[in-house]
T-cell receptor, first 115, second 109 residues
Framework: AQSVTQLGSHVSVSEGALVLLRCNYS??????LFWYVQYPNQGLQLLLKYTTGATLVKGINGFEAEFKKSETSFHLTKPSAHMSDAAEYFC?????????????FGQGTILTVHP | SQTIHQWPATLVQPVGSPLSLECTVEGTSNPNLYWYRQAAGRGLQLLFYSVGIGQISSEVPQNLSASRPQDRQFILSSKKLLLSDSGFYLC????????FGPGTRLTVT
């Protein structure tokens, strides 16, 4: 079975500061990992994904994440926060085998950006 | 390109009333389809998924049901709503990664 833990339900940063949102996963098979962003009263938007290959993946809006197998982590970073980054962020892991593409989501991290 | 639609966007229903939420996908064929519920402070809960027409799998026991009458249409229903059914309902489709619709905000009063 897969599981995802997002450390910190709320993260607050100043505009221009580094954004770091933490995600640890558990998976019995090589994982596919995803980060999604959700703005208020909207659906989830895919930020980036890791499947195989390069462990540092770049996504939209200047975000990137690094897959670290030894640490079972997939933390999301952005060098300089913008006010428009304020949203809720979800990390997810995709189960292997006959999972029919089902995702297991973390509980989410709300990012607040202060001017 | 692919698009996913959900309607209605918002809905206020009394306890005991029926429910029908619809989701349609354009620009792809034979996608996997999913219904999620997002309750305040509780993350995303997978309710149903479907790998083909008429094929529905339920993830949690509840008074909701789902149907897939056409390849790109996914419907979430209830015969009698409960207060606990309030939440934000999201439909998603996937071939590889999942893409989400805009959601339906349901308030049961």
């Amino acid at each position: 079975a897969q599981s995802v833990t997002q450390l910190g339900s709320h993260v607050s940063v100043s505009e221009g500061a580094l954004v770091l949102l933490r995600c640890n996963y558990s998976s019995s098979v090589p994982p596919y990992l995803f980060w999604y962003v959700q703005y208020p009263n909207q659906g989830l938007q895919l930020l980036l994904k890791y499947t195989t290959g390069a462990t540092l993946v770049k996504g939209i809006n200047g975000f990137e994440a690094e897959f670290k197998k030894s640490e079972t982590s997939f933390h999301l970073t952005k060098p300089s926060a913008h006010m428009s980054d304020a949203a809720e962020y979800f990390c997810a892991v995709k189960a292997g085998g006959t999972s029919y593409g089902k995702l297991t989501f973390g509980q989410g991290t709300i990012l607040t950006v202060h001017p | 390109s692919q698009t996913i639609h959900q309607w209605p966007a918002t809905l206020v229903q009394p306890v005991g009333s029926p429910l029908s939420l619809e989701c349609t996908v354009e620009g792809t064929s034979n996608p996997n389809l999913y219904w999620y519920r997002q309750a305040a402070g509780r993350g995303l809960q997978l309710l149903f998924y479907s790998v083909g027409i008429g094929q529905i799998s339920s993830e949690v026991p509840q008074n909701l049901s789902a149907s897939r009458p056409q390849d790109r249409q996914f419907i979430l229903s209830s015969k009698k709503l409960l207060l606990s059914d309030s939440g934000f309902y999201l439909c998603a489709w996937s071939i590889s990664e999942q893409y989400f619709g805009p959601g339906t905000r349901l308030t049961v009063t």
